[in-house]
């Protein structure tokens, strides 16, 4: 039986204030956004204000992270009605790194090194972490969750690289740990719709228009 067409509209958060300091940002030590990244979110609303094109929007998530929640809020006037609450869920979050969660990035690496998820994806990244694939397979859940609750309707989620990175796993059948990785920018938008007939079809990815020219 065929549904009615269902678009998921996922936003990479600002910068974070983690990234300056250049810390591993999990649950206990993420600070939200860089001044930076509280700029790139409001170019992103001001843009998506003028453009009207998420003004049909019935619902809007975000991780629990905080520099995805303070992104989710900074763009909330521009997201349907324009009085939608965010909803935050931890499925939704970027790989939860376990014990060396706040440490220096350089210490942390010294620490634990790197796991080679090219070959194995399964690997943690530290004592107490998810590894890549465990990752994957949460946060393709969660979006997939997402987009059942929401059959026939616009929905924004907020939320972080790895998880539209996951988001390709879910919907696109890429396989984690297969040596592919994507990069995308701090607030670029990337839109998944599901068709009548159940296909998912990539629209845009990592569409950061909002950002050129603007000085941030």
């Known amino acids: 039986m065929a549904q009615p067409e269902t678009t998921i509209i996922l936003v990479r958060h600002g910068e974070s204030q983690v990234t300056v300091d ?7 030590a993420c600070s939200g956004l860089s001044k930076r990244g509280r700029r790139q979110a409001e170019a992103l609303r001001d843009r998506l204000l003028a453009s009207g094109l998420l003004r049909e929007a019935t619902a809007l998530y975000a991780s629990i992270l905080t520099r995805a929640v303070e992104t989710a809020e900074v763009i ?4 349907g009605s324009g009085r939608l609450a965010v909803e935050e869920r931890c499925e939704l979050c ?3 790194v ?3 969660d706040g440490l220096p990035w350089e210490e942390f690496t010294r620490v634990y090194g790197r796991p080679a998820w090219d070959r194995d994806p399964f690997v943690p990244l530290s004592p107490g972490s998810e590894s890549w694939g465990s990752f994957v397979e949460r946060a393709s859940a969660g979006l997939q969750r997402v987009a059942d609750d929401h059959v026939g309707e616009q929905v924004v989620v907020v939320c972080h690289g790895g998880v539209i990175e ?3 796993s879910a919907w696109g059948r890429m396989e ?3 040596g592919w990785r994507l990069k995308p920018e701090n607030t670029g ?3 998944w ?3 009548e007939g159940g296909a998912w079809i990539l629209g845009r990815f990592n569409d950061c228009a909002h950002l050129d020219g603007v000085e941030i």
């Open 22 to 28: 250049q810390m591993v940002g999990g649950h206990e």
């Open 76 to 79: 909330a006037p521009a997201v």
């Open 94 to 96: 970027e790989l939860h």
């Open 98 to 100: 376990g014990e060396g």
């Open 166 to 168: 996951a988001s390709f």
């Open 176 to 178: 984690p740990g297969s």
């Open 189 to 191: 938008l990337t839109i």
């Open 193 to 195: 719709s599901r068709d």
